[in-house]
């Protein structure tokens, strides 16, 4: 199984994103923001945290229209697994892979603390080694993490399931409590929070590792 | 010619740091402000000289870039 990390200039997960897929047994290549095309065999593309060109216009905007971008829409386009973490779940909304948009938080205070996640669906091959409803702690570090969405987009996620994970107490004014969401054909997913800040015991917790863990293994069936 | 493009989130989108510049207004002492949207300002110096070529130009760059339609709406203003 193969698995890039993209890094974009103010990108500061892409190491924590590699290590974990590493762990859960992917060989992981870093890829530059300015490739234009991903290394041939790649099975998921990982688009990490950070802030990305300095969140300048708008949190992911600039990273979306950088030339990975096209490579990493045409990869999701074919059907491919493409997993977007806090910064990378800003600039897959802002590519269009998923709706939706993350604004400034309710509270207008970057939140930096472990929250208590429940698992809204196990039906995808990044949720599938949860139980529904199951409560995972995972840490968020996000000032743009409110999610936001027009009405019948957000009854057509809930309807189709593919609200992945919601906040257990509103945390940041997210619509629905949502903290991540999947796309239409389950294969792309982003997410505020962070998992791949807690896949060893030695981080506080290893809740996170059953996503990559599952993710590679579905793979590896595949 | 240049072009100023004014960005604003949609009617009915929260705007919560124009609320919360809404209330420190009202701390101040500015009484009846009634309610505060907060936007951008996008100021493009543009080597066109065609006007109507050019504002069809920094539209299709406000679809692309400089507006989040999803959220936001935007105007152009040739000047």
Known sequence: MKA????FPGSNCDRDLAVAFERAGAEVVRVWHKDSALPAGVDVVG???????????RCGAIAAQSPIAAAVKAHADRGGYVLGICNGFQVLTEMRLLPGALMRNAGLKFICKVVELEVATTASDYTSGYQKG?????PVAHHDGNYTVDAETLA???????????????????????????????????????????????HGGADGATLFASLIGKMALA | MKARVTVMLKTGVLDVQGEAVRRALGTLGFEGVEAVRQGKVI??????????????????????????TVIEKYSVEMV
Do not use: W
Request: glycine share 8%; proline share 3%; net charge negative.
């Open chain 1, 4 to 7: 890039a990390v993209i890094t």
């Open chain 1, 47 to 57: 688009v990490p945290g950070g802030f990305s060109f300095g969140d300048y216009l």
């Open chain 1, 134 to 138: 199951q409560r995972i702690a995972v």
């Open chain 1, 156 to 202: 057509r996620l809930q309807g189709d399931d593919r609200v992945a994970f919601r906040y257990a107490a509103n945390l940041n004014g997210s619509m629905a409590d949502i903290a991540g969401v999947l796309s239409e054909n389950r294969r792309v997913l982003g997410m505020m929070p962070h998992p791949e800040r807690v896949v060893d015991q030695t």
């Open chain 2, 43 to 68: 100021e493009l110096d543009l080597a066109a000289t065609d006007r109507a070529a050019a504002e069809t130009e920094v539209k299709a760059m406000c679809e692309k870039l400089l507006a989040n």
